[in-house]
Nanobody
Framework: QVQLVESGGGSVQAGGSLRLSCAAS????????MGWYRQAPGKQRELVAR???????IYVDSVRGRFTISRDIAKNTVYLQMNSLKPEDTGAYYC?????????WGTGTQVIVSS
């Protein structure tokens, strides 16, 4: 079981930037996969980005080139750098981890992008 705590959300204007952080309760390199998901009100949760223990990353098409997922092994932390934000990026962002056969979720951090 991995505990996850997100931070860094807030309100910005379109074109602005935010950096989200996800602090994990154990070493990041021992976790198979970590990722960021988001959910707008009334919509389904969607995958935004993933980083595997090898360092390989994937992104949903709508954020590729604007968002970057990265990690700091020493701090047990995964980041999501979000640039050129759009109103459609608005939603609750959740950190996710797969450790062995266990799936863990953070409680979310809110991102609001206004035009």
């Amino acid at each position: 079981q991995v505990q996850l705590v997100e931070s860094g959300g807030g309100s910005v204007q379109a074109g602005g930037s935010l950096r989200l952080s996800c602090a994990a309760s154990r070493s990041i390199i021992s976790i198979n996969v970590m990722g960021w998901y988001r959910q707008a009100p009334g919509k389904q949760r969607e995958l935004v980005a993933r980083i595997f223990s090898s360092g390989v990353t994937i992104y949903v098409d709508s954020v590729r080139g604007r968002f970057t997922i990265s990690r700091d092994i020493a701090k047990n932390t995964v980041y999501l750098q979000m640039n050129s934000l759009k109103p459609e990026d608005t939603g609750a962002y959740y950190c996710n981890a797969l450790y062995l056969d266990q799936v863990s979720w953070g409680t979310g951090t809110q991102v609001i992008v206004s035009s």
